[in-house]
């Protein structure tokens, strides 16, 4: 398939990468406070109050800084669904935009309206700052319990639709801790319609 590493088949690949709208939508496994990009996706609360996960990674290597500008600039904290943005503090990344998904409560509570929104919330904050590089998790898909594979296909069309916008991102990536995570956003990432005119 164009644009995408290796031969199809159930071999784990620890990154591939593919092109959407003449950008990259790449995978890769690994934990996302490592990975040198413009800007960082935090998976955070409604409080901002910091916590487990991926948050809880991103607060300890980003240091007391992100904690300080989020209590000062956001005391109400931030809706489901929608975003702000920090700057990265020790992280290798200028900003951090600190998304926050649904908890999954059993599909009927506007679950993935909710989780598409708080992936685009991101993007929009990406677009503000001409954001080049962007890091993001898999939002929700951890202590919110969000199902996975309809997790993953909800977050990779997120991002292909707005790569294949107008956007100054050129490299998304998603950032995936475990395998079973990272197989389901590279299956949802094969339910993408291919694009022969960007294959290369
Ligand atoms: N790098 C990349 N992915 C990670 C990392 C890491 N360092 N650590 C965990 N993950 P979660 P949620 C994966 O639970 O479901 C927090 O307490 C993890 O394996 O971090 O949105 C917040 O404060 C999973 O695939 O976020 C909220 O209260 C994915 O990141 C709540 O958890 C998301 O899992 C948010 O829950």
Do not use: K
Not at 86 to 107: D, K, M
Not at 168 to 181: G, H, K, M, N, Y
């Amino acid at each position: 398939m164009a644009g995408t590493h290796g031969s199809p088949g159930r071999r784990t690949e620890a990154s591939s990468e593919r092109r959407v709208g003449g950008r990259i939508l790449a995978l890769a496994r690994g934990d996302i406070t490592r990975f040198a990009a413009d800007a960082i996706v935090n998976a955070a609360n409604s409080a901002l109050a910091g916590g487990g996960g991926v948050d809880g990674a991103i607060h300890r290597a980003g240091g007391p800084s992100l904690m300080a500008e989020l209590r000062g600039r956001y005391p109400e904290g931030c809706p489901t669904g929608d975003a702000v943005a920090t700057e990265a503090g020790e992280l290798p990344a200028r900003w951090v935009f600190h998304a926050v998904g649904p908890r999954w409560l059993g599909g009927r509570q506007g679950e993935p309206d909710l989780l598409a929104s708080a992936y685009r919330a991101a993007l929009r904050l990406a677009e503000e700052r001409s954001v080049r590089t962007i890091a993001l998790p898999a939002i929700s898909l951890g202590i919110y319990g969000y199902p996975l594979a309809e997790g993953a296909d909800i977050a990779v069309r997120a991002v292909a639709a707005h790569l294949r916008g107008r956007t100054t991102i050129e490299r998304a990536v998603f950032v995936l801790f475990s395998t079973e995570t990272f197989e389901a956003f590279r299956r949802a990432v094969e339910q993408l319609p291919s694009e022969p005119m960007d294959g290369r």
